[in-house]
T-cell receptor
Framework: SQTIHQWPATLVQPVGSPLSLECTVEGTSNPNLYWYRQAAGRGLQLLFYSVGIGQISSEVPQNLSASRPQDRQFILSSKKLLLSDSGFYLC?????????????FGPGTRLTVL | DAKTTQPTSMDCAEGRAANLPCNHSTISGNEYVYWYRQIHSQGPQYIIHGLKNNETNEMASLIITEDRKSSTLILPHATLRDTAVYYCIVRPIQGAQKLVFGQGTRLTINP
């Protein structure tokens, strides 16, 4: 069966510090991968998605970046965090060959920037 | 992608059917309707999807109107664990497999 992992589960970082969040998927090959952010009391915002190694599409301009160094690994990074980067970060995957898009979400990382 | 409109919040008594409406009046012929839900502090969970016909699975039923401009998600026997934010999303069959989440409906199941 397929599983998706995210770490860390929670993170408190000072403004201006770097960030690295990791997401890995097990039990599937060549998944589509996604990063979402949910600010407090708000809906989910798609940040990045990837259809293959090294292929990243950005949905919103920001100080975050994403990378996919391996087939089932997706990393979200920042060189300098802003207060507005606080939120709940969710990674998701889907099977690219399906004509419909059932996305499976990880447990999330709750980031607080102080 | 077509835009969806949902009520901000709804209440339902435990054991009763919960009917969650969604308007998608600008939906086009090649767009699916998806429903996800998000329980507090967890990632969203897929519930069901449909194109034209009504659909049913172990979690819920999806009723799509004949003109496809609106749909209703039905939880037949709501439990306290169904308390969550429910998202109605419209996405094309082809193209990038990304979902655009709106604000959703906050459903509260009352004992």
């Amino acid at each position: 069966s397929q599983t998706i992992h995210q770490w860390p589960a929670t993170l408190v970082q000072p403004v201006g510090s770097p960030l690295s969040l990791e997401c890995t998927v097990e039990g599937t090959s060549n998944p589509n991968l996604y990063w979402y952010r949910q600010a407090a009391g708000r809906g989910l915002q798609l940040l990045f998605y990837s259809v293959g190694i090294g292929q990243i599409s950005s949905e919103v301009p920001q100080n975050l970046s994403a990378s996919r160094p391996q087939d089932r690994q997706f990393i979200l990074s920042s060189k300098k965090l802003l207060l507005s980067d606080s939120g709940f970060y969710l990674c998701a995957w889907s099977v690219p060959s399906r004509h419909y898009n059932e996305q499976f979400f990880g447990p999330g990382t709750r980031l607080t920037v102080l | 992608d077509a835009k969806t409109t949902q009520p901000t919040s709804m209440d339902c008594a435990e054991g009763r059917a919960a009917n969650l409406p969604c308007n998608h009046s600008t939906i086009s012929g090649n767009e699916y309707v998806y429903w996800y839900r998000q329980i507090h502090s967890q990632g969203p969970q897929y519930i069901i999807h449909g194109l034209k016909n009504n659909e049913t699975n172990e979690m819920a039923s999806l009723i799509i109107t004949e003109d496809r401009k609106s749909s209703t998600l039905i939880l037949p026997h709501a439990t306290l664990r169904d308390t969550a934010v429910y998202y109605c999303i419209v996405r094309p069959i082809q193209g990038a497999q990304k979902l655009v989440f709106g604000q959703g409906t906050r459903l509260t199941i009352n004992p």
